[in-house]
């Protein structure tokens, strides 16, 4: 179920120099989220910026009812979020998408997450860790940033005690590289094979990359796209990836556009195709 | 005496079609109808234009497909849709079931393509109304192409009023010289009323990359900035036409809906702004109604086209 | 190796004119030029275009002849302008004192008001180049009309051309199905270049009192509203003639006008963007140096039409 | 001189519901501008509201170098006026605009305020009082609201010394009615006639009013004109005023189009054609 709500931001606190969290009481989305779910938040009265904007899920806390987003100022829509105040209300679609599949399995999970990645993967990892189906022994989290100062969540990643693995594309904190890196570089070490899980989220290069890791591997990883999304209900077709069904069903190895706000977010990486 | 809001009429005739109010959403704008039920009761809706439909599934243009620019946004899906037949088996027995019009928006390339999707519409059940777009600009055959020439326009439409007995509204461009003369030839070819506008080509460029930033070079620009246009348009069209017009361009809000009706529109569509806030529609029907009985006005229909011009 | 900013050339070759940089001034939005002198430099454009100028001095249209749209706005003014000879008198020596290049715009409801006023000019000192404008939307006689019709364009250019020999540009409508068939018109007139684009045609309303927003109900759209479809026909027309193009439309900051020079545009014009900041040619015209600079790009002729299309 | 600078914007007080005073540090403004002269702000970097505001001088204060606007919501712009902080800065043109005549003569002096029009009266107010060549019995300021609540700057005129009298339309404060009943009741009591000098400002249809009280009365009175402006500079020619000169020279009688911004916004009453 969909909901459309004006919702208060309870709180905004400014992690690093361009990076906030905010708040917002909201039982719908709080009760409704799962890992992968996306809120479609209306930044302004004016008519520039005239868009929602989409970000994912990131927290919530069902006893206070609350959802939280984390994101980075790139542009006027995130620059004017990052200016309101708490107690302001905004108008919220949500939850949107699919989410992340969860094995009921007990298997090796490899979160792998660039910059402002980390956003639904943390939640996913809260999520995995708390429902205590999946030993956080099994869980491995990949995380990787420009330089040091970005990294946010370390401590609650720490708290979650999942194998954190850090890297740097600057060699300032953890490995130097990107998280792909890293990702392959550790492919054996951390057990990456058919029977893993990968969740992955991160600049369109890092998924287009790891798109093709997965294919060349045949790993099971699941992408968190990104596009701009006019609607977020799938209404106008603005938002689709080039996709390629990876089954023995008639349709298989047709290539196919889907819509990234309601076919995904959430995508199997062999499936599609990006550039 | 102020009229109670029970009491105010706010129900509109074209042709036969009674429209219980003045408020549709755009095609391409609001899917299939389904997409957007759980926000809102669908059945308070005037009406219900649906994604264009063509012959065959529409795969669409490659992505990026949208992008903003001031107080606008451009497309360029390229009528990506699930073709007719499945329209037809899954979409129509939803929309069937809401007590609004269903108005079908039909695009082909070719004459033919628009005869046997219409063809295949005749035998459908519930829908109310056809409207014929001849003014894409996203596709490379068809489309526009028909929309910006007279004589094409007046055979493609004059065509499919031979082809079927629903109501057409058929939907104009606004890349033209002369819009009115568009007008006027699609009123000869018998289509019952006409819509506009369309969105109008526009191109945005990346200074950092170089590139466009769609996939397609070019795309339709609506929203807010392109509500000057469609308002000059429709006035002229009102004013030029004998059947009734229906407005579309960058309406928002309650203002900008009797801004069109004063202009000369018996109804409107909302497009893009559905996006921004889905409950467009509806607040400018409630809006629509406390003008009426702020201003003691009990038949909505009275506003048509009372633009004052002069002292 | 870095360029030092004195290295970077700025400088645009039209035919046997030099303009010292890209940018200037477009018309009916820095008056004669000497409303904006006391605020910077003139010296410092790369052109000035003046007020359009017809054969006798025109009132205009009535007020209200302006009004604010979603990023953009509405004019009306109606060619208002003080008369070639007063121009010539009063406002030319001003002008010819600037070290930069001087358009003069000229505007007329019959091809031989045109001829007349540019007899006028071929006596004046001081004036490097002559804008037609055949693309007024506020005039009932003349503009637009000229603008619309690939053979009136072509006929009223070719006139001019016969009747002087400073270099034209000629300023075209986006009001037409098909902007580049009017720019190859024009090209075979003898156009030195093309200048788009002109206004769009558009109308507002005032709810409330139910009356047009502008007394003369209809004006021309402006600003950051336009810039996606000025964008869209000056790439088009880059591409279909072999002149030189020069881009008008919403443009307001560095980024806007590289995205010009990359559709195709080799020089662009700052229109009502010179109301809302009097300095924005002159930050463009260091926004391009910066640009230029930090992208080590010598000459920024070698960005036109350079857009990347394909992967 | 016209100048264009960045100004720091002094202190923002909410006088009434919808009315703000703002002061803003600008020496040139400060130091330029005369009784009639107004200002241009870019309102916001938002292509919405697109245009530059204008607002007459209100206030200035030589020594602190600021000059004060008196504004009233009304919009979109007004709004985002009113809710600038002190310490932003805003891009202000100015001083624009012609200025009232002042006369040398010793004679009567009428200001006629209709709401918003108190923001030019004021400045010439105190301009005429603070030159010390009229002797401010001379002064009469009639000033009307729509309601008692809505006067400002009554404080002001009582230190000014001038004798004021208040009219409302709906008889809360003073007498009942509007200005132009007011002035045309007390013509006599006032000494109203050929060689007083009249200033008036208000809503179009006051200042309509007051022009056709001119004319029929052959009075010297100089209007505060409005409209919209965009350019504020005389360059776009889209702020005019019907206009019919009224002297011996050959072109009186003859209607022609003035631009507010330059040719005024202080006008002969007895020569423009307002509806
Ligand atoms: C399902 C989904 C989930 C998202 N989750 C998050 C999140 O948790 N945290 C976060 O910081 N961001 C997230 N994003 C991206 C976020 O929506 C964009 O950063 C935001 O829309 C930018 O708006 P803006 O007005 O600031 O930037 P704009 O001025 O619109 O654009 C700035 C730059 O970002 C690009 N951009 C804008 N929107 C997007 C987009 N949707 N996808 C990719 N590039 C874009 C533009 O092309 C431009 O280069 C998510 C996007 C989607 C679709
Ligand atoms: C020379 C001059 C001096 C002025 N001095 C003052 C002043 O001291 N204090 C003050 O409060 N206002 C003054 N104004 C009016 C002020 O400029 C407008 O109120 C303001 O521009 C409205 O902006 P907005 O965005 O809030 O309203 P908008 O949303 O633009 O408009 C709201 C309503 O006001 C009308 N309107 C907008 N601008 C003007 C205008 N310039 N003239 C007349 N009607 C307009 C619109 O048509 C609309 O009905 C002055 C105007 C001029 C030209
Ligand atoms: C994303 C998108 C898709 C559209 N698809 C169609 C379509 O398939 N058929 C059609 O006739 N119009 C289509 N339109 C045009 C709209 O129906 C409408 O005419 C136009 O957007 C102007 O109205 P607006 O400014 O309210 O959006 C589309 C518009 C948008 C924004
Ligand atoms: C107030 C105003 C007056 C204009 N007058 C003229 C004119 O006299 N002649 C002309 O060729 N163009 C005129 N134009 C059009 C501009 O030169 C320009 O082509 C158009 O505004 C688009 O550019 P912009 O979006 O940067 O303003 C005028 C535009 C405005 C806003
Ligand atoms: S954003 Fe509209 S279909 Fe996905
Ligand atoms: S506002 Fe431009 S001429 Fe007056």
């Known amino acids: ?275 | 005496m102020q009229e109670r809001l029970s009491l105010i009429d706010l129900k509109v005739k074209i042709g036969k079609i009674i429209f219980k109010n003045s408020v549709l959403v755009a095609s391409g704008t609001f899917g299939y109808g389904e997409e957007y039920s759980e926000l809102f009761d669908l059945n308070r809706l005037g009406g219900i234009i649906t994604k264009s439909v063509t012959l065959n599934p529409r795969e669409g243009n490659p992505p990026p497909r949208t992008c903003e620019t001031p107080s606008g946004m451009l497309n360029s899906i390229g009528l990506a849709n699930i073709g007719i037949e499945k329209f037809i088996q899954e979409k129509l027995p939803f929309l069937r079931k809401f007590n609004t019009r269903i108005i079908v928006n039909v695009a082909g390339s070719t004459v033919d393509e628009y005869l046997q999707v219409v063809e295949k519409l005749n035998r459908a059940k519930g829908v109310d109304m056809l409207e014929i777009n001849i003014s894409c600009p996203n596709v490379v055959e068809g489309g526009m192409v028909f929309g910006s020439d007279p004589e094409c326009a007046f055979r493609c439409v004059k065509s499919i009023r031979k082809a079927t007995d629903y109501p057409l509204v058929t939907k104009l461009t606004p890349n033209v010289r002369d819009i009115g003369e568009i007008a006027l030839a699609v009123e000869d070819a018998g289509s019952d009323c006409v819509s506009l506008i369309n969105t109008l080509v526009g191109m945005a460029i990346d200074s950092k990359t170089k590139k466009p930033l769609l996939a397609n070079i070019t795309g339709g620009l609506s929203g807010p900035a392109i509500k000057p246009v469609a308002l000059a348009m429709v006035w002229k069209v009102a004013q030029k036409v004998k059947i009734p017009v229906v407005g579309i361009g960058g309406i928002t809000n309650t203002e900008d809906a009797l801004e069109f009706l004063l202009a000369g529109a018996s109804l409107i569509q909302v497009g893009t702004s559905n996006f921004i806030d889905p409950q467009t529609a509806i607040k400018i029907i409630e809006g629509l109604k406390n003008y009426c009985k702020g201003n003691k006005i009990s038949k909505i229909k009275s506003l048509i086209g009372k633009l004052k011009i002069g002292d």
Do not use: W
């Open chain 1, 1 to 275: 179920m969909v909901f459309q709500k004006k919702v208060k931001l309870i709180s905004s606190e400014k992690l690093t120099s361009d990076l906030f969290r905010l708040r917002f009481f909201c039982p719908e989305v709080a009760k409704g989220a799962k890992p992968g779910n996306f809120a479609h938040i209306r930044i302004s009265q004016n008519t520039t910026p005239l868009l929602r904007r989409a970000f994912s899920i990131f927290d919530v806390d069902l006893k206070k009812k609350t959802f939280d987003i984390l994101f980075k100022v790139v542009g006027l829509g995130t620059k004017i979020l990052s200016e309101k105040k708490k107690g302001e209300s905004l108008d919220v679609l949500g939850p949107l998408g699919n989410s992340f599949l969860i094995s009921s399995k007990e298997q090796n999970l490899v979160l792998v997450a660039g910059g402002m990645g980390i956003a639904p993967l943390m939640f996913l990892a809260s999520y995995l860790v708390k429902s205590e189906k999946i030993k956080r022994e099994k869980i491995s989290f990949l995380y990787g940033e420009k330089t040091k100062n970005n990294f946010v969540c370390l401590g609650q990643l720490k708290k979650l005690g999942v194998k954190t693995v850090l890297t740097t594309e600057d060699g300032t904190k953890g490995f130097k590289g990107k998280v792909t890196d890293l990702f392959l570089k550790r492919r054996i070490k951390l057990g990456i094979g058919k029977n893993c899980f990968i969740y992955s989220c991160g600049p369109q290069k890092m998924m287009k990359k790891m798109s093709e890791l997965s294919k060349k591997y045949d790993l099971f990883c699941q992408l968190s796209l990104e596009t701009h999304m006019p609607c977020g209900l799938g209404a106008c077709f603005g938002c689709v990836v080039k996709y390629i069904k990876n089954d023995t069903t008639p349709l298989a190895g047709q290539a196919t556009y889907k819509r990234i706000c309601v076919d995904g977010p959430i995508f199997d990486a062999r499936e599609v195709e990006l550039d």
